[in-house]
Each structure stands twice: as structure tokens, then as C-alpha cells.
């Protein structure tokens, strides 16, 4: 019996997220008293997953792979969960993980879990708590298969340092070519993404034109965030879709969300609800935001963001 965790590397390096499943895999692991295995493909530091408890690392090196291959990635995963006779098998919440771990669960006719945000509060029956209702519930869910899948939320559990003398095998799986996908990826870079940045800066139609983002930029760069927007930019074309935050764009789950000129209408509020710090900036001292606000501001987004911005470099000149 083992415990099993999909850690994806992007570009071969690992993101906080699948450091963060592999420090939950290994004390999921301890509860069942058995051991952590750790499946990789195409990393390029595989040792460093032995910083957070991985005793065993599955290596798969491929050149065909591709990040769209979650019909692929599920079945490696099926592979190695039925090689390393795994209990469980954890994986993250990636935009990735969330294709693949359904897959998974079918893969292994194993019951499935999403949203995960804390360890099983019992084993026998295994049971474990999850955000519902667009994050505004939590409900604890039994599974009650032979083989379990947990799909971790992101920034929930967090990194947990457990040094191991792990073992690196190079695994190699059956892969069906045929089944690849054919898709091309369009990636961005130079930028932090909003599902894997810890503080995100977003602005909304307060901001009156794309041509006043740079102070959103500029406040995100002295905080190492990620930009992000509401659904209205988008739709205006002010900014990218990749940046729209809410139900219908991307969830974030950052430890600081800074909400600048968006009034909160409760399809972005559903969206950021996980973010555990948020902090508003607007003119309107009726806007919605306010109320699931840890912070507000009631002020002009051009007097307030530039000045908090030089604040910010004058602070960090100073460390």
C-alpha cells in the first residue's frame, strides 16, 4: 500500500502547487502509515521533491508529452497508482489537475473528491472537508471506494519542509501515441499566472480605459503579483481573457487579493472567495466589495494606488 502524488512541473520546474500536494501526500501518507510515492514527468530537479516528503519519485521523461495530454497524463497516473499499489491518489488543482484527476478517478473506479482543504479527519471511514457553494460552504465527504482520489485546493494545506533520503526511479510507462493530443499551447511569459501567484492585482471598469492600467502594473511589480480584471475589461477588450477573474473566468486563491475600482458583483466575488487577505480600493462607499472585504479603502483608485505604490519601493528600498 502507498500513498500517490502527481507533482506537474511547468518548463521542468515545479510550481508551489505541486510542492504543496507533495506536503499534503506525505502526511496523508503518515495517517495511513504507509508510504509517499511521487509521480514527475519532464522535470528537470526531481531530488527536490525529497524536501517535502517524497520517498519514492517516479521520473517519466518523454519528448512527445505535452500539458494538453491529460487523457495521457491520467492513464500514466493510473499506471503507476496500479504499480506502487497506491490507496490514494492526490492531485493538485491546477487548471491541469482539474482535467486530469476526473479522468483518474474514472481510469481507477475510484471515488473523487475535489476542492480538498484539509487532511481526512478519519480513516476508517475516510473522510475529508471541501469548499462548495462557490466557496462560501464547506461539506465533509465520505469515500467509501477501495482506491480514493483527492483533488488538493490550491493554497490550502501550504509547503511543510520534511527532508527524505528519497529514491529516483526512471519510470516508463505504456503510452499510446495515437491518443496525444494535437493541440497547440499557446503560452504566455514574462508574467506571473493568476492561478499559481500568491497576491494578485485587479482592476475593473473604475480604472476608465486600458490606457490607465500601468498603475495596476506598476503596484503588481513592486508586489511580485500577478495582474487580473473583471469580467466587464474583458468584455471591453481592455485586457486579455486570461486575466478575467470570477465564476465564469479563472478562481483565485492568493493569500492577498487587491481589488482596485470593481464593485463586486457576486459572480467575481464567487471566484476570489478563497483569496484569504482582500483588500478594496474604490470611490463608492456602497460598493458590494466591501462587505466580503478584510480591508477597504474609500478613495480615488489615481490619488490612492500610486501613492500606496510609492510607498511600497520607498519600504522595500529600505530592507
Keep these: 500500500m502507498s500513498v500517490l502524488v502527481y507533482a506537474e512541473s511547468s518548463d521542468g520546474r515545479y510550481k508551489k502547487s505541486a510542492l504543496e500536494v507533495v506536503s499534503y501526500g506525505k502526511k496523508v501518507a ?3 502509515d504507509t508510504n509517499l510515492v511521487v509521480l514527475t514527468i519532464n522535470s528537470q530537479n526531481p531530488t527536490e521533491l525529497t524536501s517535502y516528503g517524497a520517498e519514492k519519485i517516479l521520473s517519466v521523461t518523454s519528448d512527445t508529452l505535452n500539458y494538453s495530454d491529460s487523457k495521457i497524463i491520467a492513464d500514466i497516473i493510473r499506471q503507476a497508482s496500479e504499480k506502487e499499489n497506491a490507496s490514494v491518489s ?16 474514472v481510469n481507477l473506479n475510484a471515488g473523487f473528491a475535489s476542492n480538498v482543504v484539509a487532511l481526512p479527519s478519519t480513516i476508517n471511514p475516510f473522510v475529508v472537508k471541501r469548499k462548495a457553494f462557490s466557496n462560501k460552504a464547506f461539506i465533509h ?6 482506491h480514493k482520489v483527492i483533488g488538493l485546493a490550491k493554497n490550502s494545506f501550504g509547503l511543510i519542509d520534511n527532508e527524505v533520503s528519497g529514491t529516483i526511479e526512471e519510470y516508463v510507462p505504456q503510452i499510446i501515441e495515437s491518443n496525444m493530443s494535437s493541440i497547440g499551447i499557446d503560452k504566455t511569459t514574462g508574467k506571473i499566472n493568476i492561478a499559481d501567484a500568491d497576491i494578485v492585482v485587479s482592476g475593473g471598469r473604475g480604472l476608465k480605459g486600458p490606457e490607465n492600467w500601468g498603475m495596476i ?4 511589480d513592486v508586489l511580485g503579483a500577478a495582474t487580473a480584471c473583471s469580467k466587464p ?18 478562481p483565485v486563491s492568493a493569500n492577498l487579493y487587491i481589488a482596485v475600482g470593481i464593485s463586486g458583483a ?9 483569496s484569504k487577505v482582500k483588500v478594496v480600493i474604490n470611490s463608492d462607499s456602497e460598493a458590494p466589495f466591501f462587505k466580503a472585504a478584510d480591508y477597504g479603502v474609500v478613495g480615488d483608485a489615481f490619488e490612492v494606488v500610486p501613492k500606496l505604490t510609492e510607498k511600497l519601493k520607498e519600504f522595500k528600498s529600505n530592507q
Excluded: C, F
Design 141 to 146: 465527504t465520505e469515500i467509501n471506494t477501495d
Design 266 to 274: 457576486i459572480q467575481h466575488l464567487a471566484g476570489i472567495n478563497a
Design 217 to 220: 502594473e506598476d503596484l503588481a
Design 30 to 32: 503518515e495517517q495511513l
Design 90 to 105: 492526490i492531485i493538485d488543482s491546477s487548471a491541469n489537475g482539474l482535467s486530469i484527476a476526473p479522468q483518474v478517478a
Design 233 to 250: 475589461v474583458s468584455d471591453m477588450e481592455w485586457r486579455p481573457h486570461s486575466e478575467h477573474v470570477g465564476q465564469t473566468g479563472k
